[in-house]
């Protein structure tokens, strides 16, 4: 099923939050997934499908109104995104959805070779 | 032609053998070589394809999409979901396992003779051990060499001196390693003397065929004797095998399942469901410890087998090390950031658990539940490693245990967290390796699904030569021990005792 344009934001925002850039690696949001979602949308099987949609969808679009915002992920700046998801790492059913969406992000981030370039190379 | 490729194959395909086995991993690779070398006529039937060593990516996700079953998030059901790993390709997990090499252990042996006197004579210790030295001498199987150990293998040998365990540098089926750590990805250099380069090619030299990237889907029996295999080739052809013996050796998740879709369900078939899941701990170190270098699982702490725990270095790519570490957002990143001062060790424990394999809408489903003494060892293993990265000189560690500390340098916070530490499994982030028992063997057809001598209870010339058979989980890494059993299973198919030179 195809995502909607609202839950490729979501997911492209919830992303960017989940790593952001620090010291010399770069955030998921300067890395470009364009070939990656194809690639992963083929090999993932359907349970896991199902699971990063349902990630992105309450941890974009529900998780902020239960902290008190009255906007999706998207919309927040850069802090309180943060604050946001470190909520999610309290909250039983968000805790678990985030993790899926950290494993997709950190499959998703170091399939950029660059990325894995920056991380191998010895100082 | 010995290999034949499915993917080529657009219509109908029949093939006739004296023996066709199903799976390629471990145990199909051992059963194959040794029915060919006996003379027989062999057709191995494999789901995946075959990979060269130049084929094999770096990138985890690229790896897994292409050597992993269900990009490797196969997982089982239950209150606490894990994940489970199988490759599927020519040699099954082989290529992509750790390497690490364990003869069955003699404890192991010797209960399950207790539990059924019968497979005194159908599993002879003697017999065993020899077959074992044959293996061992094929897949160059030797303890990791230290000069390409890496500091994370390193560490966990002070950890583990610091503390008084036993430990070892890990024997492994590898040949020339030159410790790059991409052992779970493929070795790029085919250093690994994995089952496809080894027993398989040792059964192709006499002679067996090899068919990859056909699923088989049915097991054909006619008046109570098998007589063949169905499936299809991921051309679209259709394709069927037919054969005096028929060896399932599909694992001990898909074997099951394989037998329920023929409408074999006679015995426990896919009960009994034993494994070893494990749980990790991250560590941060002070000077570059770079994971992703050296010997992928090079050194294990045996100490503590006798508690049902073994602790293993680990060997992940830095995309699995990062999603391995705790927190979001700008907390994750800044650890990523670090990624190369992080490891992440393990522990397997060997779970008195039993689950259950089932099959729903054509797939098998695994329901596993972890028992409160299997939580335990989970909090103890976690203490253990947490004890051992801090003596070996940690800045601190990461547990990865929802309502423990998120990091800590303190023991006195490892030894609250055995103590105090959540009894839910769900608190744990754990992963399944190594299934056994789901076609359990026994003398009693109540209590297994093939006899002694790996003959299907119910059905002649069927035999089932994976870790299905196994009748408890082993509490170390059992690839050595299937190779053993399905060389045994081999002979019994041919008509051979067990102990024929």
């Known amino acids: 099923m195809r995502w909607t344009r609202a839950e490729l934001r979501w997911r492209d925002a919830l992303l960017e939050a989940l790593l952001p850039p620090a010291g010399a690696l770069p955030g998921l949001g300067d890395v470009d997934l364009t070939d990656f979602w194809p690639r992963f949308d083929a090999a993932a099987p359907r349970h896991l499908a199902l699971g990063f949609r349902a990630a992105v969808t309450l941890e974009a679009a529900v998780l902020p109104w239960l902290c008190g915002h009255l906007r999706t992920l998207p919309r927040l700046t850069p802090d309180e995104r943060d604050a946001v998801l470190r909520r999610a790492d309290r909250l039983p059913l968000f805790r678990d959805l985030l993790e899926v969406a950290k494993v997709v992000g950190c499959l998703a981030l170091f399939a950029d070779p660059a990325v894995q370039a920056a991380v191998r190379a010895r100082p | 032609m010995r290999r034949i490729d499915g993917r080529t194959l657009r219509g109908p395909r029949t093939l006739r053998a004296d023996v066709v086995i199903v799976g390629s991993g471990p145990a199909g690779a051992a059963a194959a070589r040794e029915a060919a070398r006996r003379g027989a006529d062999v057709v191995v039937v494999e789901a995946g394809r075959f990979f060269e060593p130049a084929d094999f990516p770096a990138p985890a996700f690229d790896a897994m999409a292409l050597l992993y079953r269900d990009l490797s998030a196969s997982v089982v059901v239950g209150p606490a979901p894990m994940p489970y790993v199988q490759g599927r390709m020519v040699g099954g997990s082989s290529p992509i396992n750790g390497a690490i090499c364990w003869r069955l252990p003699r404890d192991v042996h010797a209960a399950w003779v207790a539990a059924d006197a019968a ?100 097991v054909d029996v006619v008046r109570g004797r098998a007589t063949g295999v169905r499936g299809r080739a991921d051309g679209g052809g259709a394709v069927t095998v037919t054969a005096e013996r028929v ?255």
């Open chain 2, 119 to 218: 497979l005194a004579d159908a599993l002879p210790w003697a017999t065993l051990e020899r077959v074992t030295d044959d293996l061992e001498a094929r897949l160059g199987v030797a303890p990791t060499d230290p000069a390409i150990a890496g500091p994370k293998n390193q560490l966990m040998a002070r950890g583990a001196e610091a503390l008084g365990l036993a430990h070892r540098p890990i024997r492994r089926n590898v040949v020339g390693c030159e410790g790059l750590g991409r052992c779970l990805q493929g070795c790029p250099k085919g250093r690994k003397a994995s089952v496809d380069v080894t027993l398989l090619a040792d059964a192709e030299a006499a002679g067996a065929r090899i068919l990859s990237s056909v699923e088989i889907t049915a």
């Open chain 2, 247 to 501: 060896v399932l050796a599909a694992s001990a998740v898909q074997t099951p399942a394989l037998l329920m879709l023929s409408g074999l369900r006679q015995g426990p078939v896919g009960r009994n469901f034993q494994c070893h899941p494990g749980v990790s701990m991250a560590g941060r170190f002070p000077d570059p410890v770079r994971m992703w270098e050296g010997a992928t699982q090079g050194h294990e702490v045996t100490g503590l087998r006798g508690e049902g725990l073994k602790f293993e270095t680990l060997g992940f790519g830095p995309a699995i090390l990062a999603a391995r570490l705790p927190g979001a957002g700008r907390d994750l990143a800044a650890r990523v950031s670090d990624l190369a001062h992080h490891l992440d060790w393990g522990v397997a424990v060997k779970a008195e658990a039993r689950g259950r394999v089932r099959v729903w809408r054509g797939r098998p489903v695994v329901t596993f539940r972890p028992t409160r003494h299997d939580v335990a060892r989970f909090r103890r293993g976690l203490r253990v490693l947490g004890e051992m990265m801090l003596a070996a000189g940690a800045d601190h560690v990461l547990p990865g245990v929802r309502g423990g500390p998120t990091r800590t340098d303190r023991l006195a916070d490892l030894e609250a967290l055995e103590r105090d530490g959540p009894r839910s499994a769900r608190a744990f982030t754990a992963a399944i390796t190594h299934m056994f028992g789901t076609c359990a063997m026994a003398s009693d057809p109540r209590r297994g699904v093939v006899r002694p001598d790996f003959r299907h209870h119910a059905v002649d010339g069927l035999y089932v030569a994976d870790s299905s058979v196994f009748p408890t989980n082993t509490g170390v890494n059992p690839q050595i021990p299937i190779m053993a059993l399905a060389t045994l299973c081999a002979r019994r198919a041919l008509g051979l005792p067990p102990d024929t030179p």
